[in-house]
């Protein structure tokens, strides 16, 4: 059983503060900021895509947003353009982003000062924003893309390349499984799209990890069973796999680029 621990160079985080703080992320984002924990949530479009997706973290003076670096000023703007007049102000750090995790179900859970557990998944492990002052001498050294290679494998997506921002719509990402939306807290951007879809109660797609016996092809590639187009891949790498699949061909055979895959237990 080996315990890993890694710095995530592709992950930045946020920093929200000033008086109306809470005010204005509660009004935006599809998680209650309220809680005094760590959460995963998201800023949607107003026609419920995802636009951008986050782990957020109360600390004293406000809260982090820990968010993938690639759209971390994009993210920013589209923050400062709802700001408005608030006393609010958002900025990027430089405050690095360190995980612990095992790729051993069944690892006892470590408690480990300045980290907390992954919201998303518990298998996920545990993240720390910023300097933990705690040993981490006796964990594996490891790096960005094992973590993502682990994270792929247990079904959950992450950032804009493996969710491009307005095309995806959450739930079929499983959000809501993942804990990241709050159908109680009231109003949210895209609020009403999201929620008549989770008042139905059923969706026609799903995100699913799965394994490749080969290279897995890129994303974007249709998942065909027999003849007919039923998903497509989402993200791959070294053979590990998302795809998105109609819930009515999950058990058939699927194939993408004439290469057969099997499906994992993942979030749905």
């Known amino acids: 059983m080996a315990i890993y621990r890694a710095h995530l160079e592709n992950r930045a985080v946020l920093k929200v503060t000033g008086a109306e703080r809470e005010d204005f992320l509660q009004n935006l984002v599809t998680q209650d900021v309220t809680r005094a924990r ?8 107003p026609q ?14 406000g809260f982090l947003i820990d968010c993938a670096s690639d759209s971390a000023e994009a993210f920013v703007k589209k923050l400062n353009l709802y700001k408005l007049r608030r006393d609010v102000e958002i900025t990027l750090t430089d405050i690095p982003v360190q995980v612990v995790w095992s790729d051993t179900p069944g690892t006892k859970k470590h408690e480990i000062e300045g980290f907390f557990e992954d919201p998303r998944a518990t298998r996920l492990g545990l993240r720390c924003l ?23 494998s247990l079904g959950v997506p992450e950032g804009p390349t493996e969710m491009p921002p307005g095309s995806v719509f959450p739930m079929e990402y499983g959000f809501e499984r993942m804990g990241a939306i709050d159908f109680q807290k009231g109003c949210f951007v895209g609020q009403e799209v999201t929620s008549r879809v989770h008042r139905k109660g059923s969706l026609r797609k799903t995100l699913h990890p799965a394994v490749f016996d080969a290279a897995v092809p890129p994303a974007g ?27 009515d061909a999950l058990t058939a055979s699927l194939r993408a680029d004439g290469c057969t895959f099997r499906l994992r237990p993942g979030l749905f």
């Open 48 to 61: 419920g895509k995802l636009a951008f997706d986050f782990i957020l973290q109360p600390v004293d003076a």
């Open 130 to 152: 910023g300097a933990s002052p705690a040993d981490l001498s006796d964990f594996t050294s490891s790096t960005a893309e094992n973590w993502a290679k682990f994270r792929l």
């Open 38 to 45: 760590a959460q995963a949530a998201a800023l949607l479009t």
């Open 221 to 247: 590639t249709p998942v065909m069973s027999e003849d007919s187009k039923v998903g497509e891949v989402v993200a791959g790498l070294d053979g590990n796999a998302l795809v998105l699949v109609r819930t």
